[in-house]
């Protein structure tokens, strides 16, 4: 069976996943410098390690409303292959997990929603792999970053 790692994070209360490939590295939120005349999506830039990042907030390019709490916010930093080479995070309001799922566990979009929506897939998740407990929570929006990250640059 074809397993595939994600990372399962949140952003208004529902939960998403990227491909775990698509994620250098996961950083606390740290201020970000606005960017001028910028898209709304754009929220600015910040200096990591010496590295100029851009940061997109993903609610707004996914145009979803954030939750209230956001001590928890992180950035996902991508490896730079999946934005056409520059250094790119995006913001999020918490990082829940890594995930293993087989292709069982994933269901496919009608191929006329998965276009508009940027959606590979929906994960389903059986109640033992949340620590046995069953959770209100047990679908999981699989995200084509790289579609999205496309469609902005093209």
Same mark, same amino acid.
């Given at each position: 069976?074809?397993i595939?790692?994600v990372v ?7 939960h ?6 698509? /994620? ?5 939120? +740290?201020p ?5 005349? &910028?898209?709304?999506?754009?929220? %600015? !830039? @910040? ?16 145009n979803?409303?954030?939750? /209230? ?5 992180? +950035?996902i ?5 999946? &934005?056409?080479?520059?250094?790119? %995070? !995006? @913001? ?24 508009e929506a940027?959606?590979?897939?929906i ?8 620590g ?17 990250l496309l469609?902005?640059?093209?």
């Amino acid at each position: 069976m074809e397993i595939t790692d994600v990372v399962e994070f949140g952003i208004g209360g529902t939960h998403y996943a990227l491909d775990i490939l698509l /994620a250098r590295e996961i950083v606390e939120m +740290i201020p970000i410098t606005p960017v001028p005349r &910028a898209p709304p999506h754009i929220a %600015g !830039i @910040i200096n990591l390690r010496g590295e100029i990042t851009n940061i997109i907030d993903l609610a707004t390019l996914l145009n979803v409303q954030t939750g /209230a709490e956001t001590e928890n916010r992180k +950035i996902i930093v991508l490896v730079p292959e999946a &934005a056409n080479g520059s250094n790119t %995070g !995006i @913001i999020v309001d918490d990082v829940h997990s890594v995930l293993r799922v087989g292709k069982d566990d994933i269901v496919q979009m009608d191929d006329s929603l998965a276009k508009e929506a940027y959606v590979k897939g929906i994960i389903r998740m059986k109640e033992d792999e949340k620590g046995g407990k069953a959770q209100k929570q047990d679908l999981i929006i699989w995200i084509d970053l790289q579609k999205i990250l496309l469609n902005l640059t093209g």
